[in-house]
């Protein structure tokens, strides 16, 4: 079975630019879920989604959205981009429906901020 | 706002049994433990999750007190490869899949 995949897996843009990442989830894996990780913060969650739907949402500032897809997949948008938002962009899957199901990452996409 | 306490860093010697402790004092009871770790430029790696019950799969074994306030992730037989940093965490009830990563403890194996 694949697992959660990432693209691009290596990203540099320039301030103010905007930049789109995408997550093919699992197969048969409802909620996708995107986290930030940088050496300062460590892993923080930036939102969650369920069914085309968001049904979570960490404390970033808007320039920070997602969708999903009607077959799960997700992608994540930054606009404006800052030098701060240079990191490893992760999504994880998993079946979404219960308490207790494990979460299953990618690799993760580096995005670095000239 | 983990709520998990780990030890920084830890060391185990190849082919001995390496024990993570975690602390998760303020756990409730409906809330579960999960285990993930972390290779340098990979995604987390789900090891093992448990609610009350100690649980055993092909990678690890986690065992979890009576009063649920801390628990241990047993590596049986320590590899090289399983230098990494490990990640202890309870997820927080009502809010979906969001998960609190903690700064984890720093796991190396010595030859």
């Known amino acids: 079975k694949a697992g959660v995949t990432q693209t691009p897996r290596y990203l540099i843009k320039t301030r103010g630019q905007q930049v789109t990442l995408s997550c093919s989830p699992i197969?048969?894996?409802?909620?996708v879920s995107w986290y930030q990780q940088t050496p300062g913060q460590g892993l923080q969650f930036l939102f969650e989604?369920?069914?085309?739907?968001?049904?979570n949402k960490g404390n970033f500032p808007g320039r920070f959205s997602g969708r999903q897809f009607s077959n799960s997949r997700s992608e994540m948008n930054v606009s404006t981009l800052e030098l701060g938002d240079s990191a490893l962009y992760l999504c994880?899957?998993?079946?979404?429906?219960?308490?207790?199901?494990?979460?299953?990452f990618g690799d993760g996409t580096r995005l670095s901020i000239l | 706002d983990a709520k998990t306490t780990q030890p920084t860093s830890m060391d185990c010697a190849e082919g001995r049994a390496a024990n993570l402790p975690c602390n998760h004092s303020?756990?409730?009871?409906?809330?579960?433990v999960y285990w993930y770790r972390q290779i340098h430029s990979q995604g987390p790696q789900y090891i093992i999750h448990?609610?009350?019950n100690n649980e055993t799969n092909e990678m690890a074994s986690l065992i979890i007190t009576e009063d649920r306030k801390s628990s241990t992730l047993i590596l049986p037989h320590a590899t090289l490869r399983d230098t990494a940093v490990y990640y202890c965490?309870?997820?927080?009830?009502?809010?979906?899949?969001?998960?609190?990563f903690g700064t984890g403890t720093s796991l190396t194996v010595i030859p």
């Open positions: 994880a899957s998993s079946l979404g429906g219960r308490v207790g199901q494990p979460q299953h």
């Open positions: 197969s048969g894996h409802r909620s």
């Open positions: 989604y369920f069914s085309e739907t968001q049904r």
């Open positions: 303020t756990i409730s009871g409906n809330e579960y």
């Open positions: 448990g609610l009350k």
């Open positions: 965490i309870v997820r927080v009830p009502n809010t979906g899949n969001q998960f609190y």
